[in-house]
């Protein structure tokens, strides 16, 4: 055996980088990505919205509608959006904590299923109240608040069994 016919690691590597395209001139991966500048200013660029903060927004919107209508309830305020914004209230607070309970289903699916559970939940306060002869609208207001709360945390402090 000559020595031309024996590889050795170092000759090989040296092979290698002989034929590397980068040698010619040739651009690798990661040079060949073009880089997009923009060619706005700083507050040019912050006047556009891409969109991807419509969700945020409109979470926080409802949960200030919410708020308020569950303040105007309690407060016992005389207002023509006491009612409606209660309503949205009642609606959204159980929705929302079991919408955060169901993350694992498709977001169609979570915000039918969320809906029907708020549905479920507002009617047994409401079945509970009058059956123990107890019904008031703060107290309504209060026990699905809390009934709220407690699944909202449930979901936030019992980890999930992977099956």
Do not use: Y
């Amino acid at each position: 055996m000559n020595d031309q016919d024996v590889l050795t690691p170092a000759l090989a590597l040296r092979d290698i980088e002989a034929r590397h395209p980068a040698l010619r001139g040739a651009k690798s991966a990661m040079q060949a990505i073009p880089v997009k500048r923009s060619s706005k200013s700083g507050t040019e660029r912050a006047k556009t919205t891409s969109g991807r903060d419509l969700p945020a927004l409109l979470a926080g919107g409802a949960t200030a509608l919410g708020t308020a209508g569950a303040v105007l309830a309690l407060a016992d305020a005389h207002s023509w959006m006491r009612g409606p914004l209660t309503l949205f209230f009642l609606l959204a607070a159980p929705a929302s904590a079991l919408a955060a309970v169901l993350r694992g289903l498709d977001p169609l699916g979570r915000t039918l299923t969320a809906l029907a559970g708020a549905i479920v939940v507002d009617m047994l306060v409401a079945q509970g109240m009058l059956a123990v002869h107890r019904w008031s609208v703060t107290g309504g207001i209060i026990a699905v608040t809390v009934i709220s709360l407690c699944i909202l945390l449930s979901c936030v402090t019992v980890k999930p069994i992977k099956t």
